[in-house]
């Protein structure tokens, strides 16, 4: 089973975080859309023996285009792969696009997950992120949405500076009082060449301080759990049979393609990238070229990239994968970097799998890039 991602570079405005490649001026949106269904037909042949399991709209801001112009591109998919019954096709929405008619349109359309970026229930937060929708409309979309949707996941931000622990848990109380089964939980992140990291400099915004952010991770963790959601990967809780079918590919080394100006794909052996700009990108499509750069991974680039998936989920790190598909080489080091986690209480093995004990899942990342190889393979 496969997954196709369909990057819609277009936003209302930039967030002060956000360092997704996107565009605020909509002037090349219908010539988008068309290159976009152009790029679906073009690599057709990359999938000719894979069978297209999910759908996914990300972007920018995916719930700025028309119905008409989603549907478009669903049929794009349906007319160039082979897909199964029933697939799992999400949207992310911002809440100002969802209002009832949109939500309406939208259930009346093969989409049937919503991805909503709430952020916060604060209109300060709401503020301070320069996000395009209020408080109000953030609790309005959910009110509509679901009457409608069963699935739908909301995101949320942790760590923002200035919010104290009630107010995170509020954030997620509130969040919970809508019954939505999945939830995507970040923490404020300082990417350089944002507003938000200029900000910072000049001292208008304060720092986001980490011993914060992960009282806030731990926080939600315990909610969350206590609420009968599963934390199946470090950013993601869901209720059983919920789990985001599309980002769980990513994690279980599944292949994906993915159409679009910045889209990344994955086929097992390789990664490629389409290039981050929408004029040079719509320039290639009208010469019918591919406008992506492709690298092979090495033996070490797929051990480390294993290394880091796994220990960021509930599936861990299989040793005996390791030994198998990577030698007895890669699995000594990695039993020798581990060892000093697992005297830690940060690691732990479990069935010949490795996994992140409580306290070490927030520090899952770094801990992986301890445990990645880098002159072997």
């Not at 069978?51 to 160039?80: C, H, K, M, Q, R």
Request: proline share 3%; with cysteine; net charge negative.
């Amino acid at each position: 089973m496969s997954g196709i991602y369909i990057h819609i570079p277009f936003c209302k405005q930039a967030c002060h975080y956000c360092d997704f490649h996107f565009s605020t001026s909509l002037k090349k949106k219908d010539e988008m859309v068309l290159a976009l269904a152009k790029e679906l037909a073009l690599r057709k042949n990359e999938f000719e023996d894979e069978v297209v399991e999910t759908i996914y709209f990300g972007g920018g801001t995916p719930s700025i285009l028309e119905i008409a112009d989603l549907n478009f591109l669903i049929d794009a998919v349906y007319s160039n792969y082979n897909v199964i019954d029933n697939p799992e096709i999400t949207i992310e929405a911002n809440p100002d696009d969802l209002t009832g008619t949109r939500i309406t349109e939208l259930s009346n359309s093969p989409i049937n997950r919503l991805s909503i970026g709430i952020q916060s229930f604060f209109e300060d937060d709401l503020k301070l992120m320069n996000r395009a929708h209020n408080s109000e409309e953030a609790r309005k979309c959910l009110e509509i949405a679901t009457q409608y949707f069963d699935n739908i996941s909301i995101d949320l931000i942790y760590g923002v500076p200035g919010m104290s622990n009630d107010k995170w848990l509020q954030n997620v109380e509130t969040a919970l009082s809508f019954n939505v089964p999945h939830i995507s939980s970040y923490a404020l992140t300082v990417e350089p060449k944002t507003a938000l990291h200029t900000f910072i400099q000049k001292g208008i915004i304060a720092q986001p301080d980490d011993e914060v952010a992960q009282e806030h991770f731990h926080l939600l963790v315990d909610k969350l759990e206590e609420k009968g959601f599963i934390h199946y990967e470090l950013s993601n809780f869901g209720k059983e049979n919920y789990f985001s079918k599309n980002n769980s590919s990513y994690w279980l080394d599944k292949k994906y393609i993915g159409i679009g100006p910045s889209a990344h794909s994955y086929n097992g052996i390789s990664r490629s990238w389409n290039i981050s700009n929408n004029t040079l990108y719509l320039k290639s499509f009208g010469e019918n070229q591919l406008p992506s750069e492709t690298e092979t991974l090495t033996l070490t680039d797929r051990y480390n990239e294993y290394v880091m998936t796994g220990l960021r989920t509930i599936w861990g790190i299989s040793l005996e994968r390791i030994e198998q598909e990577f030698g007895k080489s890669f699995l000594d080091y990695l039993n020798q970097q581990a060892a000093k986690y697992i005297e830690d209480h940060l690691l732990f093995v479990d069935d010949n799998i490795l996994r992140t004990t409580k306290s070490g899942k927030f520090l899952s990342d770094g801990i992986a890039s301890d445990l990645f190889l880098l002159n072997l393979g």
